[in-house]
């Protein structure tokens, strides 16, 4: 069974830094592209990014670009997601999703706010 | 950017009523859309790929077609347990974008 477990999420300041992770099982981790997904509060979805399944190349949505850097960890089946100098417009659900969009976890949610 | 206008953003319908909500997209995606279905407290879950072909253990009410740039998922006739949100990505060219999204609601 596929799983996907999210986590890091919380309450973070504006400015902060912020990494998430993404554990994943239940199939090959390292075949598969990996993306990051958030959905804001309004429910309103936005496609992140993405990472080639070796780590070696990288798509970002252009907002995001110069504040967010996935990685992943082929080893530990893991996905990251590094924030930096958050603002309040990043507050929402973060999901990670294999291939596709297959699969899904149930997300970890951040909440920028002072 | 390729940009997915969704319509309508919210409807009510009734049981059996025959639904569907639109996305149009700005520039050629060829059929490389994926709908999704989100249930309240729930993560997305794929129901159409590639604009026509159903996902594994979606029931064959939801459909998927094309006409031009603007792509279409129909519900034939209306269950309970259709009322959620409804998303459509766009996965042609980077960055994959999303349209607005559609909440299902019972009349």
């Known amino acids: 069974e596929v799983q996907l477990v999210e986590s890091g999420g919380g309450l973070v300041q504006p400015g902060a830094s912020l990494k998430l992770s993404c554990v994943a099982s239940g199939f090959t981790f390292s075949d598969y592209w990996m993306s990051w997904v958030r959905q804001t509060p309004g429910k309103t979805m936005e496609w992140i990014g993405d990472?080639?399944?070796?780590?070696?190349?990288?798509n970002y949505a252009p907002s995001l670009k110069n504040r967010f850097t996935i990685s992943r960890d082929n080893a530990k089946s893991t996905l990251y997601l590094q924030m930096s100098n958050v603002r309040s417009e990043d507050t929402a659900t973060y999901y990670c999703?294999?291939?596709?969009?297959?699969?899904w976890g149930p997300g970890t949610m951040v909440t920028v706010s002072s | 950017d390729i940009q997915m206008t969704q319509s309508p953003s919210s409807m009510s319908a009734s049981l059996g009523d025959r639904v569907t909500i639109t996305c149009q997209a700005s520039q050629d995606i060829g059929n490389n859309l994926i709908w999704f279905q989100q249930k309240p407290g729930k993560s997305p879950r794929p129901m159409i790929y590639y604009a026509t072909n159903l996902a594994n253990g979606v029931p064959s009410r939801f459909s998927g077609s094309r006409s031009g740039s603007d792509y279409s998922l129909t519900i034939s006739s209306l269950e309970s347990e259709d009322m959620a949100d409804y998303h459509c990505?766009?996965?042609?060219?980077?960055?994959?974008?999303f349209g607005g999204g559609t909440k299902l609601e019972l009349k």
């Open positions: 990472i080639k399944y070796d780590g070696s190349y990288t």
């Open positions: 999703t294999p291939g596709y969009f297959d699969f």
């Open positions: 990505l766009q996965y042609k060219q980077y960055p994959w974008t």
